[in-house]
């Protein structure tokens, strides 16, 4: 059992009118507790609450001992690569579509989240990815992902040609769409869709996984995740794109070099005492449906 949370950061910005409403029932809630709420200043432009509570992600991540993230994986995916940098706790509350890190009903929130505040609630803290573009031997751009890094071309429907070498080993070459870098809790998003298999978010991995490649006998691979992962384009011709988390998109040159390995930085999840996570694997891919 962990101590009660003093400070708690609002965390979230709405694409729905009715996420908005959750907002306020929480703020209304940690208030009449006596707990300091520092709210997320871009939520400023949605509801009215005293000026003296907006704040940076920054500053919430150095003040707030825990942030609650209302939203979808969206929310969450931005908000965790920014609090990565801090100590503080985070949850979520799911006013998206699957929220598969946002597993608090908003139907149920001050229910579910009363033992959290208090204390009762289990870690589970996820790995970040981090890519590295290297110019002639000199760091040009990084940035950091939760999920995964994609590397695709800046042209629709075009292939790559790309050498992937593990530890500075060549471990295989291929012509395809791009390539997912994906983490543990990434295993269940895009990497999901173009094949690659579910990892438990406690596995120490990465999964590797060609988009559309031009063969039939290519499937993913799963390494260690102290393992780097170096690319690089000898015979593309296109410039590329690397998407961290579908979010930030950094520009290459096929001449460029990129290294991705695990960053130093994880984010800590928290769950209420009651969340199962094969329990909700199963519920969000519809596993729980019988078929007679």
Same mark, same amino acid.
């Given at each position: 059992m962990g101590r009660p949370f003093k400070c708690v950061g609002l965390v979230g910005i709405p694409r729905k009118l009715e996420?908005?409403?959750?907002?306020q029932v929480l703020y209304d809630w940690l208030v009449n507790l006596g707990i300091e709420v520092l709210v997320e200043d871009q939520l400023a432009q949605y509801i009215k609450f005293p000026s003296n509570v907006y704040a940076s992600l920054d500053t919430i991540g150095e003040q707030a001992d825990l942030a609650i993230v209302v939203g979808g994986?969206?929310?969450?995916?931005?908000?965790?690569r920014h609090l990565s940098h801090y100590k503080i706790k985070v949850i979520g509350v799911n006013r998206g579509n699957l929220g598969f890190l946002t597993d608090i009903s908003h139907d149920h929130v001050i229910e579910q989240l009363t033992p959290v505040i208090k204390g009762e609630y289990d870690d589970d803290p996820r790995f970040l990815l981090e890519v590295s573009i290297y110019s002639d031997g000199q760091l040009i751009n990084s940035g950091f992902a939760v999920n995964e890094i994609v590397v695709t071309p800046n042209t629709v429907a075009h292939m790559i040609d790309y050498d992937v070498y593990i530890n500075e080993r060549n471990a295989f070459s291929q012509h395809a769409d791009g390539l997912i870098i994906a983490t543990p809790t990434g295993s269940t998003a895009y990497s999901l869709s173009a094949g690659g298999p579910i990892l438990a978010p406690h596995l120490d991995a990465l999964i590797i996984t060609p988009m559309f490649p031009h063969s039939l006998a290519v499937r993913p691979l799963v390494?260690?995740? @102290?393992?780097? /992962?170096?690319?690089?384009?000898?015979?593309?011709?296109?410039?590329l794109n690397i998407a961290c988390d579908?979010? /930030?998109?950094?520009? /290459?040159?096929?001449?460029?070099?990129v290294i991705i390995r695990?960053? @130093?930085?994880?984010?800590?999840?928290?769950?209420?005492?009651?969340?199962d996570y094969f329990n909700n694997l199963s519920s969000k891919l519809g596993w729980s449906q019988k078929m007679f």
């Open positions: 996420a908005i409403e959750t907002h994986d969206g929310n969450m995916l931005r908000s965790a390494i260690k995740s @102290d393992n780097p /992962i170096h690319l690089k384009f000898p015979t593309t011709a296109l410039d579908s979010q /930030i998109i950094l520009p /290459i040159k096929p001449t460029q070099d695990r960053s @130093d930085y994880e984010f800590n999840l928290i769950h209420s005492k009651d969340y």
